[in-house]
C-alpha cells in the first residue's frame, strides 16, 4: 500500500462541493482544510478554494495519475482555454510514498511544489514531517517559502 497526496482546487461552479466529491471519488482517507487562495499563472479568474487528500492506493502512480483524469473528466472538467485557467476541478499527483519519477506526462514529486503556497499550506496541516524527496520537509518548504514572501 502507498500513500500519496493529492492537490485538489477549484475555481467553478459549486467550488467546495467539487473538491468534496472528487476527494470522495478518490477514496481518500484524509483531507486538508480547505483554503481560498488567489490564482496562480493565469491570474485574471476566480479566486480558488484549493485542499490536499491523503489516499492509501495499491495502484502504481501511473494507473493512480489516470484516475485522477478520469475523475476530473466525471467531475465536468474540460481542458480549453488557457494553461492555469479556470476549471472545475484540478487533480496533482504531489507525492508519491517515496518515490521520484519522471518520465513523459509523469512527475513526481510535483516539479512545482516548493513554490506553491496554495498547496503547502493545506499540506502541512495533513503531515508537516512528511518528507518529500529531494526536496525536504512539508514544514521545511513552508517555512522557506513564507520567509521569502
Known amino acids: 500500500m502507498t500513500v500519496a497526496y493529492v492537490g485538489l482546487g477549484s475555481n467553478l461552479g459549486d467550488r467546495e462541493e467539487?473538491?468534496?466529491?472528487?476527494?470522495?471519488?478518490?477514496g481518500a482517507k484524509r483531507v486538508s482544510a480547505i483554503v481560498e487562495t488567489e490564482p496562480w499563472g493565469y491570474v485574471e479568474q476566480p479566486k480558488f478554494l484549493n485542499a490536499v487528500a491523503e489516499l492509501e492506493t495499491q495502484l502504481p502512480a501511473r494507473a493512480l495519475l489516470d484516475q485522477l483524469l478520469?475523475?476530473?473528466?466525471?467531475?465536468?472538467?474540460?481542458?480549453?482555454?488557457?494553461?492555469?485557467?479556470?476549471?472545475?476541478?484540478?487533480?496533482?499527483?504531489?507525492?508519491?510514498?517515496?518515490?521520484?519519477i519522471d518520465e513523459p506526462g509523469l512527475t513526481v514529486p510535483h516539479p512545482q511544489i516548493a513554490s506553491r503556497l496554495f498547496v503547502l499550506k493545506p499540506?502541512?496541516?495533513l503531515a508537516p514531517s512528511l518528507e518529500i524527496p529531494g526536496f525536504g520537509t512539508v514544514s521545511a518548504l513552508l517555512a522557506r517559502l513564507q520567509s521569502s514572501a
Open 123 to 125: 499540506l502541512a496541516g
Open 18 to 26: 467539487l473538491i468534496r466529491r472528487a476527494a470522495q471519488l478518490l
Open 70 to 100: 478520469d475523475v476530473e473528466r466525471a467531475l465536468g472538467r474540460e481542458r480549453i482555454g488557457p494553461r492555469w485557467g479556470p476549471r472545475t476541478i484540478d487533480l496533482d499527483l504531489l507525492v508519491f510514498g517515496d518515490e521520484t
